[in-house]
């Protein structure tokens, strides 16, 4: 059973606060996408990590995807109450289907 | 254009009951997934359709579960004499064909089984 462990489950930070939250598995993944989600709403795409070692950034936020492509790390640098959220990595499994983490739920405190 | 929409966006029912969920994905999506989350949890596959191929069930927890898909439009799920462990968000994804492409997700049905 492949399986998504993300870490910490819960974080809550002041703001301007940087912060690392960790997806890892045993698994290889093909490419890995980490979500965030707001309550009352469905996960919204931030980024699509494809190749091991690739680095993304996107304004304050830094992805990671590890060398052997089972392991992924999110870097919010500078946080902001509009961090607040759900923060979910999912794995790309075969051709077609993902397998979701656990989940880290970030509060950013103003 | 507009979003993956759901309905209804919530639904009280109580065990025993059937409960129908609905999806309209986005128009030219030829993917749609259902996924099923539980109260502070990550997403669990359910259910996988691509264009007119057979879907792929193997998430479905049990055979009181069942989805249908017309063509590449609207989708249901159907939840048959709902149990107490069924009472979760379950949520729609749609996108063109690939695991590289964005999965845009609907704002879910929260089902609660009492």
């Known amino acids: 059973t492949q399986l998504l462990e993300q870490s910490p489950q819960f974080l809550s930070i002041q703001e301007g606060e940087n912060l690392t939250v960790y997806c890892n598995s045993s698994?290889?993944?093909?490419?890995l996408q980490w979500y965030r989600q707001e309550p009352g709403e469905g996960p919204v795409l931030l980024v699509t990590v494809v190749t091991g070692g690739e680095v993304k950034k996107l304004k304050r936020l830094t992805f990671q995807f590890g060398d052997a492509r089972k392991d992924s790390s999110l870097h919010i640098t500078a946080a902001q109450p509009g961090d607040t959220g759900l923060y979910l990595c999912a794995g790309a499994w075969g051709t077609y289907k993902y397998i979701f983490g656990t989940g880290t739920r970030l509060k950013v405190l103003a | 254009g507009a979003g993956v929409s759901q309905s209804p966006s919530n639904k009280v029912t109580e065990k025993g009951k059937d409960v129908e969920l609905r999806c309209d994905p986005i128009?030219?999506?030829?993917?749609l997934y259902w996924y099923r989350q539980r109260l502070g949890q990550g997403l669990e596959f359910l259910i996988y359709f691509q264009g007119n191929s057979a879907p792929d069930k193997s998430g479905l927890p049990s055979d009181r579960f069942s989805a249908e898909r017309t063509g590449e439009s609207v989708s249901t799920l159907t939840i048959q004499r709902t149990q107490q462990e069924d009472s979760a968000v379950y949520l729609c994804a749609s996108s063109l064909p690939g695991t590289q492409e964005t999965q845009y997700f609907g704002p879910g049905t929260r089902l609660l089984v009492l």
């Open positions: 128009s030219g999506h030829t993917a």
């Open positions: 698994s290889v993944f093909s490419s």
